[in-house]
């Protein structure tokens, strides 16, 4: 599988299979997408690959630790490698072709906006639920 930012000039690989992914309601991820919610995975580290333009991206981290990588040129949201230092957040948006996974879950259901309605199946969770499971339940495959 492979992603790319906007401008095509931040591209990366994933190998093997992509985990399923989840949507996050919070405040901090309204303001990135510009929506109601951010839909990513976690991915382990072997299985990335960035393909070109690392030299693009930038960070922003908020005083609370809320750290959001981007492409310089165009402004799109691009994989960071998380603090655990073991994988990869993906955002699903920079995904190309087809993706079977699902949405298994979505966080900080509890201040989602007025106006979000959540319409599938995951299961809801009214702030962020154990690190350790969401990251588990996410590798199993439906």
Partial sequence: ??????????????????????QCHCSLCRK????????ATFLDKEQFKWLTGRDYIS???TKSGYRSDFCKNCGST?????????????PAGLLVGEVDSVVLHHLFVGSKALWDTICDQGNQHTEMPDMETLNRELQRKI
Avoid: R
């Fill in 78 to 90: 691009v994989p960071h490698l998380m603090s655990n230092q073991t994988q990869y957040w993906i």
């Fill in 32 to 39: 990135l997408s510009g929506s109601a919610s951010d839909t």
């Fill in 1 to 22: 599988m492979f992603g790319k930012c906007l401008c095509e000039n931040v591209q990366f690989e994933i190998q093997g299979t992509l985990p399923n992914l989840y």
């Fill in 59 to 61: 960070s922003f981290t």
